[in-house]
């Protein structure tokens, strides 16, 4: 099982208050990952990114994306040799092509922090 595939099973584990809906489009590039639904009826998207260094590795379509939607979209990188997450707003995408993953603007720093912070948007 590819890396990211791993990280979208455990993220849809420990957040069962989510619906999550995997999106595999291939006729619009750019498009993240996940779309998911929340208990405070809020939509949102995250794209999921596994690193091994500092650099988050992006398509041109995904910066795209994340220039155009600035809102209620977010980037879930994790680091597996260091076990550690962090959760980026896609507003912040430029600043993560640039800074990667030490960029300062992450949501949170842990898979169940990510999973409680996207859980009680719209609350």
């Known amino acids: 099982m590819k890396p990211e595939t791993k990280?979208?099973?455990e993220f849809k584990r420990i957040t069962p208050q989510i619906t999550w809906?995997?999106?595999?489009?291939t006729s619009v590039l750019g498009?993240?990952?996940?779309?998911?639904?929340?208990t405070n009826s809020h939509f949102f998207t995250v794209e999921l990114k596994i690193i091994s260094g500092n650099k988050i590795r992006f398509s041109p379509h995904q910066i795209s994306f994340h220039i155009q939607h600035p809102k209620n979209t977010f980037i879930l990188c994790k680091k597996p040799s260091q076990a550690s997450c962090k959760l980026f707003p896609g507003a912040s995408i430029?600043?993560?092509?640039?800074?990667?993953?030490k960029n300062p603007d992450a949501c949170c720093l842990s898979l169940d922090a990510c999973g409680l912070f996207l859980s009680s948007l719209g609350a």
């Open 7 to 9: 990280l979208w099973h």
């Open 21 to 25: 809906t995997r999106l595999e489009n």
């Open 31 to 38: 498009t993240p990952d996940l779309l998911g639904y929340n």
């Open 94 to 101: 430029l600043a993560l092509v640039k800074e990667g993953f």
